[in-house]
């Protein structure tokens, strides 16, 4: 059973800076891509930022310049910065995890979530 734990979440005004991290309970680079994701009160989830395998990156028009994915293979952690955070950025924000298996020689998606870290922006 994969494992994602975020930390690094909180309060912070306009304008401030965050980190968040996702450490996976095992090598991540045995993962097709990772994510992080955000759902708002009352609004939908949307992805905000993913990275592959081969460390293609892609961002949601809303955060493009003001955070960026990275990871850390020898420390099976994820992160995303984020900068000129605006109030709009408040939300729970989780990590995701996507492989892709062989069985029975035909291709299986799975799909692993972390549990989830609270950002709140104040204006």
């Known amino acids: 059973q994969v494992q994602l734990v975020e930390s690094g979440g909180g309060l912070v005004q306009a304008g401030g800076f965050l980190r968040l991290s996702c450490e996976a309970s095992r090598d991540i680079f045995s993962f097709n891509g990772m994510a992080w994701y955000r759902q708002a009160p009352g609004k939908q989830r949307e992805l905000v930022a993913s990275?592959?395998?081969?460390?293609?990156?892609n961002y949601a028009d809303s955060v493009k310049g003001r955070f960026t994915i990275s990871r850390d293979n020898a420390k099976n952690t994820v992160y995303l910065e984020m900068n000129s955070l605006k109030s709009e950025d408040t939300a729970v924000y989780c990590c995701?995890?996507?492989?892709?298996?062989?069985?029975?020689?035909?291709?299986?998606?799975?799909?692993?979530w972390g549990q989830g870290t609270q950002v709140t922006v104040s204006s």
């Open positions: 995701n995890a996507d492989e892709v298996k062989a069985e029975n020689g035909r291709p299986s998606w799975y799909s692993y």
């Open positions: 990275i592959t395998k081969g460390g293609v990156t």
